[in-house]
């Protein structure tokens, strides 16, 4: 019995073709590589989801900690609203 797979409807599109991609693996700097297998093109993302876990542990340790927000090293607290 064959299997045929089908695609997700979230698939990601190729920008040249607007053929769906696939997932193929991460960089050295821990960006998601995709790729399409029509044209041949292999663009990276970048994963927001690092950043605002990043940014979320900063300001649960401003909330719990007794420490000024100046030593935390953030720009700016507007950065968290």
Same mark, same amino acid.
């Given at each position: 019995m064959h299997?045929?797979? =089908?695609?997700?409807?979230?698939?990601?599109l190729c920008p040249l073709c607007q053929a769906p991609m696939k997932k193929k693996g991460f960089t050295s700097a821990g960006r998601q =590589?995709?790729?399409c297998a029509s044209c041949r093109y292999s663009p990276t993302s970048t994963r927001t989801d690092k950043?605002?876990?990043?940014?979320?542990?900063?300001?649960t340790d401003y909330v719990t900690d007794t420490l000024p927000q100046r030593a935390l090293h953030t720009t700016?607290?507007?950065s968290w609203q």
């Open positions: 299997v045929v797979k =089908r695609l997700s409807s979230r698939a990601r =590589r995709w790729y950043a605002r876990h990043t940014q979320f542990k900063q300001f700016s607290s507007s």
